[in-house]
């Protein structure tokens, strides 16, 4: 029983009285003296879980880890359901907050069929909560608002104010990144007046209070800005670990600017920046390199200005590709196929995919001859009824010699390009002298898409770094180009084919993902390879609308569907269909080695 008033204790002083210091040593003296007295697996469970929430508000995220791991250990002995949902979506919420996105999906995503059974709609809020944050940092917008718009509702229906509060703050934290500085003051507003009505108001309100500070400056309203300061400074927690003293150290930092206070700002600017070297935000430091580099801009310290602008674009850049991982995209998709139907097992690679340019279909297109060449021979072989017994063979062999000269022309084609006009358009690059900073760019864009046909006309990178390697690189020159996130798992499979059964296999996943792209509709996809022993099986998934399959296989709507099953069956392989309206497309191709 000692251990559960010490939980009770720990919360108490955390989230109603915003303490956190004193909770950490409760949590401290009580693992030092006590811990190794409690056998019972649900109450240590419990306190892990409670040091791990704990040193998360304190932005201690290694330390949060260790302990809701330490905490999970436990649970799985207990038939406390709910307890597992909470440690899974605490530690999503870590990871999340150490910028490692995919395994903050995995984790949240794993917690809710536990709060389901459980029925705890606060946590399934909480999650939904963390859940909009995820998509509204990667672009996801329209995402973002429909599980808003639910969570708001739900968080309503049950009067959870603290749930309340931060959607509308987190909504705010969100106009802010898309540069909708203006808008965000409403919903900060929202998330004070709903904080006002719960329990947990001394640790949230100093941060919605800064956080007002920080958007009233950002648009140069000083007057309410100075405002927000006053009430700001009678908070008693208002330099609490954690984002209490985040948020003051920037609010005092935009605050400081807006008045052109130049030498406080950068002072305070500083200071914000080592703080978030120390805590690992990455996006902190992101914003803190920004101002800095706009406070020497001002000061008219140019090479200052330029070191932290470098190292901004940097972090920048690295947070993008973080955003654009295929891990988020894979458990993202998990979550929403959860959310969806959870019966669906076929689907949990579900992605969100935007939209597809049309940059693939014009580069395919260039073949569009070719393709209506090999339509009209499957025309005549499948309308000469006497050679019904010879058509098969005849397909196959039709096909073969098809994709041998295919390969031959573009291997020729793709040889002219990257040694003939790749290597001119790179001496122009270094020749001309025309305007220095538009013109690199615009030939080095050119180079960019010469070689991406090259690459599409006979696929070099087998004979550079395999076909494992070559596969990944498709599939992730695929997101790069057209902005639609896909998801590989691919297996070592370099020395298990013939050189020609590679780039047959190669031309497989590159029909797949193109008929992916042109017609499946879809909003996740994900491309696995597997080598077994006696085997590699394929397999290319989405969610999209789906087709009929006889349909489109009796009347040849498709050359993509019939060049696919071609390549197949001169491969002695084996491929499946599991499609169907509205269903989805799953494609099972086994090849035997």
């Given amino acids: 029983m000692l251990q559960h008033h010490v939980v009770n204790r720990m919360y108490y002083y955390s989230g109603v009285k915003g303490d956190l210091d004193t909770s ?20 240590l469970s419990n306190f892990y879980k409670a040091g791990g929430l704990i040193h998360f508000h304190m932005a201690k995220y290694d330390e949060s880890l260790l302990f809701y791991e330490e905490a999970l ?27 490692k996105l995919s395994k903050s999906s995995e984790n949240l995503q794993k917690s809710i069929p536990f709060f389901k059974e459980s029925k705890s709609n606060n946590s399934i809020i909480n999650v939904k909560n963390v859940m909009i944050s995820l998509y509204s ?4 917008y329209e995402e973002a608002e429909r ?24 909504y705010s934290l969100e106009l802010r990144n898309r540069d909708r500085l203006s808008e965000r003051v409403p919903f900060i507003k929202l998330a004070l007046e709903n904080i006002e009505k719960s329990k947990y108001k001394a640790y949230y309100k100093p941060v919605y209070l800064s956080a007002m500070v920080i958007a009233y400056s950002e648009i140069n309203d000083i007057e309410n800005a100075k405002t927000y300061i006053e009430l700001l400074e009678k908070e008693p927690r208002k330099k609490s670990p954690g984002n209490s003293i985040s948020f003051y ?4 930092m935009r605050f400081s600017f807006a008045k052109k206070e130049y030498n406080l700002a950068l002072k305070r ?15 902190g430091l992101q914003q803190a390199s920004q101002f800095l580099a706009k406070v020497y ?9 330029y070191q932290y602008y470098k190292n901004y674009t940097t972090i920048k850049d690295s947070i993008t590709g973080l955003k654009k991982a295929r891990g988020l995209s894979y458990y993202q998709t998990l979550y929403e196929t959860e959310k969806r139907d959870t019966q669906i097992i076929e689907q949990q690679n579900e992605i969100k995919l935007l939209d597809a340019v049309s940059k693939i279909k014009t580069q395919w297109l260039l073949f569009g001859g070719l393709g209506l060449l090999f339509v009209f021979g499957l025309f005549v072989a499948f309308r000469s009824k006497s050679f019904a017994q010879k058509k098969l063979v005849m397909q196959q062999k039709f096909a073969h010699q098809l994709i041998v000269a295919q390969e031959n022309e573009r291997k020729s084609i793709a040889k002219e390009l990257h040694d003939g006009i790749g290597q001119d358009l790179l001496l122009i690059k270094h020749s001309v002298k025309i305007d220095v900073e538009k013109a690199p760019k615009l030939i080095d864009k050119t180079i960019e898409n010469i070689r991406a046909l090259s690459r599409n006309l006979h696929p070099v990178e087998l004979e550079k770094v395999g076909i494992t390697k070559a596969i990944i690189n498709m599939v992730n020159e695929v997101n790069d180009v057209t902005g639609i996130f896909f998801s590989e798992d691919v297996q070592n499979i370099d020395k298990s084919l013939k050189k020609e059964e590679e780039i047959y296999l190669y031309r497989i996943i590159q029909e797949c993902i193109n008929n992916i792209i042109k017609h499946s509709e879809a909003s996740a996809s994900k491309i696995s390879v597997v080598n077994n022993e006696d085997v590699i099986v394929l397999t290319v998934q989405d969610n999209g609308k789906g087709f009929r399959l006889e349909k489109a296989k009796t009347k040849f709507k498709t050359l993509g569907l019939q060049s696919l099953i071609e390549r197949v069956d001169y491969l002695k392989g084996k491929i499946e269909f599991d499609t169907g309206l509205l269903k989805g497309t799953k494609i099972k191709i086994t090849l035997y080695k």
Avoid at 34 to 39: C, F, R, T
Avoid at 269 to 283: C, H, L
Wanted: charged share 35%.
């Fill in 249 to 252: 150290k920037e609010a005092y």
């Fill in 269 to 283: 600017g500083i200071d914000f920046f080592k703080y978030k070297s120390e805590t690992k935000q990455f996006d």
């Fill in 297 to 305: 801009e001002t000061l008219g310290n140019d090479e200052k200005a």
């Fill in 147 to 170: 599980e808003r718009k639910e969570a708001i509702e739900l968080a309503k229906k049950e009067e959870h104010y603290l749930f309340l509060s931060q959607i509308y703050f987190n």
């Fill in 24 to 43: 950490k040593s409760i949590f401290d003296d009580f693992k030092k003296h006590h811990i190794l007295k409690v056998k019972k697996p649900r109450r």
């Fill in 137 to 140: 940092e990667n672009g996801f």
């Fill in 73 to 99: 250990k436990h649970a799985v002995k207990t038939t406390d359901i709910e307890a597992i949902g909470e440690i899974y979506m605490g530690l999503g919420m870590v990871f999340y907050s150490q910028g």
